[in-house]
């Protein structure tokens, strides 16, 4: 996707600013509409040739060796089995009003009933790896192959000549398709993404300076007005970049304040991508920049190992999302990374914007229902479309109602309530722009402060030491309190672990380490203690005293260090001699 897979890729976004403030000349925004449009018919047009391929495939195998067929019949039989019985499970802890996996007969029925999928599901897999043995099969699929690929290209073809699809685009969705699952077709809700390839690439300084015509770039100074309290209290002078990307015979001018400048490299690929927010549309225009060199930032230290122990816990100070532990020059330095309350500000207002918005949609479906009831029969039109109005779930679905009955028609003593919907959607609209908004607000401000940390570390540590953990284990909350399992889901959602991980990663050259007991055994002793949900602890095999996420951090800083000197990356690498050898250093310094 990235012109060259052999070369190192990185992406970067910029939210296109309306071209108002920027005051450039306007161009056609339906162009743009009709080719995303264009995309999304190409892509189910695609996923029409490729339905018919895998058919196609399948009756040839079933064709030339029956049993395959009988055992897919047999696979999917005991799905519908095991999907049965998990139907009853949860029946039952419906009835119960509280989670459990099921009786004994019931594990026992579902652990048989996978045992003999899983056996056929191999059997399946070495079927299908004979196949490429048998020379029949290969021929005939390598025709079944070169007639749906003339498919393929006729229908690009037929887009790319006559239907106006650009160059880039058709060949960003065709890279986008998994050839690997059944494809499914997609709904055109007005988004999607535009993609312009600029082969051998461009440089930001050859697109500043004009060279080439595919991209050019330009900067304006705009005066932006300042409002205080509601009113213009003046102006101020700012730099919008302005990116024209060239289709046929226009440039499509993009205005975008450019936050964080480009590295090195060339420019691969650029998106412009249309996304809903809230109820508005919104431009992304993004740049896929190649570097053979990599990414290295230019102030990275030389020397120095840290390690970063990540997660999320509250605490006195806050919402503790991550501990760093680091060794450099004979000094031991460590300290912990606290989301700021004003930025976790924004993400509790877009949720209490969102408690709003399901109490008053539950209030309004409520007052509906009723007049439904009160009225007595209602007229075909009506009445079909307020089919399965008790199990909406969708405010949209019901603003779009409301909207809809207000130019459809009217029905004797509907004045009341159709004047309450059509209130309680413009409110909703109000308040999902304002949660949209919050919610962005928070995500990039957070995106920012972890950018800040990881800049604070590369610039005195040479090398990051991660943990090898699953994150999508870190998701799971076995405690039976609902109250707690709230709380930790929106710490969870605040702190984003994956996405601190991410910047880190980018922003250091990083190694991982093993993890398990990585909290729970002391990095004094070396041995383990069972630790429950207290913060504090002391060892009760060498009585240390320590904070279990420092803890957490400092045996990671010691295991990678310890590998690295052993020169593996297993756990036999960090034997207990080397560990002592390097907590000798480190341990006595700890608080």
Known sequence: MFGNDSLPSRIYSYDVVDKKVVRISSYDASLLLKQLSLCNNYYNDLVSVRRKELEA??????????????????????NLKIEELFEQIRKQNMQAKKKNSGTKDQKNAIKALKAEKTKLVHQQREQKASMSNDATYVERLSVLNDVYGASRKALRKEYSRNKGLAWGSYLGIEQSQDKRVWPSYRSYDGCGRLCWQFQGGVTWSEACAGKDTRLKVSVKEVAVPIFVGGKLAGTKSKSFTIVHLKYKDTFIQLPFFMDRPLPSGVIKWCYLIRRKVGTKFTWQIQFVVSNGLGFAKQDLARDGDVAVDYGWRKTEKGLRCAYWAGYKDGR??????????????????????????????????????????????LPTWLSQRLSGLDKWKSSSRLRNFAWWWSIAGKVEGDSVILKALLDWASQDVHLHNWESSQRKKFIVRRDNFYRNFAAKLRRFFATLYVENSDLAKMKVTPTPDKEHNSAVSVYRDIVSPGRLMQILKENMHHK????????????????VTELADQVEYTCEHCGKKWDRDLNGAANLLLRGMSCDRKGGENEDAYVLEHKRHASNELCQKIA
């Open 57 to 78: 495939i399948s009756v040839l195998r079933n064709e030339l060796y029956p049993g395959y067929a009988a055992r897919n019949d047999e696979i999917e039989a005991l």
């Open 332 to 377: 031991f330095e460590h300290g912990e990374l606290v989301i700021p309350a004003g930025l976790v500000d924004y993400y509790i207002k877009a949720r209490d914007i969102r408690s709003i918005r399901d109490k008053n949609f539950d209030s309004m479906k409520a007052q509906l229902m009723a007049w439904v009831d009160e009225q007595g029969p």
């Open 512 to 527: 991982k380490v093993e993890a398990r007991n990585s909290s729970k055994e002391c990095h004094v002793c070396h041995k």
